[in-house]
T-cell receptor
Framework: DTAVSQTPKYLVTQMGNDKSIKCEQNLGHDTMYWYKQDSKKFLKIMFSYNNKELIINETVPNRFSPKSPDKAHLNLHINSLELGDSAVYFC?????????????FGPGTRLTVL | GQNIDQPTEMTATEGAIVQINCTYQTSGFNGLFWYQQHAGEAPTFLSYNVLDGLEEKGRFSSFLSRSKGYSYLLLKELQMKDSASYLCAVMDSNYQLIWGAGTKLIIKP
């Protein structure tokens, strides 16, 4: 069984559209994350969500909004998509937020904005 | 600012040994992670160091020197399947992971 799953795996859309990416983890972890990996392969944290506390990265435009219906799910909604949003988006989870917390990554969603 | 530096690309021969270095400057330190990422796939955990010294795990070892802000990942008996990017990440004082850009390792026969 997949530990961290994301859908869709590929997403191609037009500029200006609104889209969502879903993430689910069945590991019983308390913390979930969204990362963006651009063409230069930098992994940049976008959001982390520990139980009911959302930690927002200030560099993320407010067009990006995470939504967590419960501890096992953290979805990412993107409004008014721009060309620069094209990247691979990874969801991850970890048991908690303190020191030794291995993060488990989903398979990634490759978003292409045309 | 916070910074993680590692070489962009390295090439090594099958069966050999390679050392991938990582230097960091971060606000606080709560451990250093190494992840492996094959092309088109998600990163997977390799190792975690929080105390100085060498941690060995099979063919892979990771070393940390906190006073020097330095770590390396040592891969022995290289196999073709080790061709991947290796990402160094440091957990800062806010328990956020700061990631390096990764080192692309190319293994040649």
């Amino acid at each position: 069984d997949t530990a961290v799953s994301q859908t869709p795996k590929y997403l191609v859309t037009q500029m200006g559209n609104d889209k969502s990416i879903k993430c689910e983890q069945n590991l019983g972890h308390d913390t979930m994350y969204w990362y963006k990996q651009d063409s230069k392969k930098f992994l940049k944290i976008m959001f982390s969500y520990n139980n009911k506390e959302l930690i927002i990265n200030e560099t993320v435009p407010n067009r990006f909004s995470p939504k967590s219906p419960d501890k096992a799910h953290l979805n990412l909604h993107i409004n008014s998509l721009e060309l620069g949003d094209s990247a691979v988006y990874f969801c991850a989870s970890s048991p908690g937020t303190s020191d030794y917390n291995e993060q488990f990554f989903g398979p990634g969603t490759r978003l292409t904005v045309l | 600012g916070q910074n993680i530096d590692q070489p962009t690309e390295m090439t090594a021969t099958e069966g050999a040994i390679v050392q991938i270095n990582c230097t960091y400057q971060t606000s606080g330190f709560n451990g250093l992670f190494w992840y492996q990422q094959h092309a088109g796939e998600a990163p997977t955990f390799l190792s975690y160091n929080v105390l100085d010294g060498l941690e060995e795990k099979g063919r892979f070892s990771s070393f940390l020197s906190r006073s020097k802000g330095y770590s390396y990942l040592l891969l022995k008996e290289l196999q073709m399947k080790d061709s991947a990017s290796y990402l160094c990440a440091v957990m800062d004082s806010n328990y956020q992971l700061i990631w390096g850009a990764g080192t692309k390792l190319i293994i040649k026969p």
